[in-house]
Nanobody, 125 residues
Framework: QVQLVESGGGLVQAGGSLRLSCTFA????????MGWFRQAQGKEREFVAA????????YYSDSAKGRFTISRDGAKNTVYLQMNSLKPEDTAVYYC??????????????????WGQGTQVTVSS
């Protein structure tokens, strides 16, 4: 069983930055692709970014591209989401997820096997 724990959320002004962290435990981190999703109040969960198990390939939603960076640290079993130039529309609960098909990535939340509890990000205007 995989356990994922997110941290780093909070309140930030528009234009500011946050770095989210997600620690992975219970299985071999390097075997899993990792993703970040978010869900704003009253909306469906949406894909934000993903990284393959070896860290060589990253993928972003159109809204995240150019502002967010996903990365992973195998020594710390942690995946990060660096978020810059934040906008009020980025306000949401952010979730990390693990996909045992490590060499690929998916934008579909149904393809992910494990989920964290989420961390709230609020961007004020």
């Amino acid at each position: 069983q995989v356990q994922l724990v997110e941290s780093g959320g909070g309140l930030v002004q528009a234009g500011g930055s946050l770095r989210l962290s997600c620690t992975f435990a219970g299985r071999t981190f390097s075997s899993y692709a990792m993703g970040w999703f978010r869900q704003a109040q009253g909306k469906e969960r949406e894909f934000v970014a993903a990284i393959t198990s070896n860290g060589r390939n990253t993928y972003y939603s159109d809204s995240a591209k150019g502002r967010f960076t996903i990365s992973r640290d195998g020594a710390k079993n942690t995946v990060y989401l660096q978020m810059n130039s934040l906008k009020p529309e980025d306000t949401a609960v952010y979730y990390c997820a693990a996909d045992r098909v490590g060499g690929a990535y998916s934008r579909n939340s149904a393809d992910y096997d494990y989920w964290g509890q989420g961390t709230q990000v609020t961007v004020s205007s």
